[in-house]
Nanobody, 124 residues
């Protein structure tokens, strides 16, 4: 099973950009579909963005489409989330997750490996 650790979260201003990363260890990272989820206080965990094993196919939640970009570097075992035009409502803990479904998924139940998360706070 793959192990995941996120990094790069911090306090930013409304309208700023930020890139967060997810470093993976373990075998066969390049075969996993990868996604970013987020969870705000008092709210359920929600899908943000996903990428298939190859990096060629991506998907986004409507709330971030056009502002966020997910990518992966299989040579570095790393997944990225580039976040532009950040808003206060983007404030949450961002979690990286891996699924054995190589095409990826938006369904929490499909993900067997999770990182501990990284806090992103957007102030107005």
């Amino acid at each position: 099973q793959v192990q995941l650790v996120e990094s790069g979260g911090r306090l930013v201003q409304d309208g700023d950009s930020l890139r967060i990363s997810c470093a993976a260890s373990g075998r066969l990272f390049s075969s996993y579909g990868m996604s970013w989820f987020r969870q705000a206080p008092g709210k359920e965990r929600e899908f943000v963005a996903g990428v298939d094993f190859s990096g060629r196919n991506t998907g986004y939640a409507d709330s971030v489409k056009g502002r966020f970009t997910i990518s992966r570097d299989n040579a570095r075992n790393t997944v990225y989330l580039q976040m532009n035009s950040l808003k206060p409502e983007d404030t949450a803990v961002y979690l990286c997750a891996a699924t054995r479904l190589s095409k990826g998924s938006r369904n929490l139940a499909d993900f067997g490996a999770w990182g501990p998360g990284t806090q992103v706070t957007v102030s107005s």
